[in-house]
């Protein structure tokens, strides 16, 4: 029942969403928030100074009033929504504020609370500053679910006149600021923000100019290694494929989520520290053995690089392969697309537009290149529109059989591949792609 309401809500939640939000939003992400932060803050007459602002239990505090009231939505479904109460253990808890967390519409519900913190804060500074004056003081606000940070060219007027008003709008809402975690920072110190340290470095000689850098944070990065190192430490009588299996997820969904950033160094630190780690987790497995048998045991020779943890096997045809521990440093650092202002996701007008940016941004992520090759065999490798050879020559468009604008989803059921001309064909002259060719 949420997700068909879902189906109805998110449209207009999207419609009316502050332009920079990007938690729980169709085709948004941390990458998002952090290129736009980067836009914002890397030209030498950026603001200098970040509110960084933490909402005290945010999903367990909100309004249920002002949920009811304000939510496009049936009133007396969301009312019994809200109040159905926990049980926990056979005990039953009334919830008298806060959404559940664990619902499908708690999200876009969140983001309905928060919708107005950038727009009315840059309506409320343009009223009583004026347009221009408000525009010189280059507030900003970045947001991402119920984290933010929010711009501005001094401290005095972050602590003065923007803090106190975002107080008052939280606190309609059933919210508040984390006294403690909530700071104003200068960017030449930096900040944390969705697990990556923001920091302008200036430099000593005056013919250069300051630069942006976007590195993983130290509390990330210690979270991660403490994380690796758990699963090293805990892996008992796990034979080293085993451990390679369980090592090699986490590794590589980390150093992707990192990927846009600057972190080659960061990779590479962690590489050797993971490294002395599996060398101990050897070491202990076999105290009476040399350390050349333990080399010769755990660590090969693969593709030129020495050294490597990584299993011997044999194929299907009898040939010698190695089952290999992720490299972090192996990583490619890929820039992130940024994303325009105006991009809507349920805007029929542009949505061949909007497709193409989808599918460039998403080309480099594995899971998508996944998803694109269980499609193209599906399909046998052929067009679904005309039926001819699909390939690197060609080129191919992800294409949505029903239209997102129209409630489609984005399962692979939903999807196939179009060539250029076909899938340009089938927007303009508005054609239902049929499934002949998709073997389905």
């Known amino acids: 029942m949420q997700a068909l309401f879902l189906q109805a809500l998110e449209p207009v939640v999207e419609s009316t969403s502050d332009p920079k939000s990007y938690g729980f939003r169709p085709d948004r992400s941390t990458a998002d928030a952090m290129v736009e932060l980067f836009h914002l803050l890397a030209p030498q007459t950026a603001a200098v100074w970040i509110l960084e602002g933490d909402i005290k239990g945010f999903f367990d505090n909100i309004n249920h009033e002002w949920l009811c009231q304000n939510v496009c939505m049936d009133r007396t479904v969301l009312r019994k929504w809200l109040k159905a109460g926990v049980v926990d253990r056979r005990q039953l808890t009334a919830t008298e504020a806060g959404t559940p ?110 630069k942006l850098l976007i590195k993983p944070s130290k509390k990330n990065v210690s979270a991660f290694y403490r994380k690796v190192r758990e699963i090293i430490k805990n892996s008992g009588a796990m034979t080293q494929e085993a451990l390679i299996g369980q090592l090699n997820p986490v590794l590589k969904g980390w150093s992707q989520y990192h990927s846009p950033v600057v972190a080659k160094q960061t990779f590479s630190k962690l590489d050797s520290l993971i490294f002395w780690r599996l060398w101990r987790w050897a070491k202990r497995r076999h105290p009476k053995k040399s350390a050349d048998w333990i080399r010769k045991r755990y ?121 250029p001309n076909c899938h340009a064909l089938a927007h303009s002259q ?3 792609v049929t499934l002949r060719f998709s073997g389905l």
């Open 101 to 210: 967390q664990g619902g499908i519409i708690s999200p876009c519900l969140a983001n309905a609370t928060l919708n107005g913190l950038e727009t009315q804060l840059k309506a409320y500074l343009a009223k009583k500053l004026g347009i221009g004056v408000a525009k010189k003081r280059k507030v900003h606000v970045v947001r991402y679910a119920d984290d933010f940070v929010i711009l501005a060219d001094s401290k005095e007027f972050l602590d003065a006149e923007i803090k106190p008003w975002v107080e008052q709008f939280l606190s309609v809402r059933g919210v508040a600021l984390s006294q403690e975690k909530t700071r104003i920072t200068s960017i030449t110190i930096g900040f944390d923000f969705l697990g990556w340290n923001f920091r302008k470095y200036v430099p000593k000689s005056p013919y250069r100019k300051a």
């Open 299 to 419: 660590f090969q020779s693969v593709g030129g690089r020495n050294w490597v943890f990584a299993h011997p096997y044999k194929d299907g045809k009898g040939e010698k392969q190695y089952r290999q521990l992720y490299k972090l440093a192996e990583t490619a650092i890929v820039r992130h697309k940024r994303l325009p202002g105006e991009y809507q996701p349920y805007d029929a007008q542009h949505e061949l537009k909007w497709e193409a940016l989808r599918v460039q941004r998403m080309q480099h992520k594995l899971r998508y290149r996944g998803q694109i090759l269980s499609i193209f065999r599906r399909q046998k490798g052929l067009c679904a529109h005309c039926g001819q050879a699909i390939s690197k020559e060609t080129g191919w468009h992800d294409h949505h059989v029903i239209r997102r604008v129209d409630g489609g989803s984005d399962n692979l059921s939903n999807r196939v591949l179009l060539h």
């Open 430 to 432: 508005q054609l239902k």
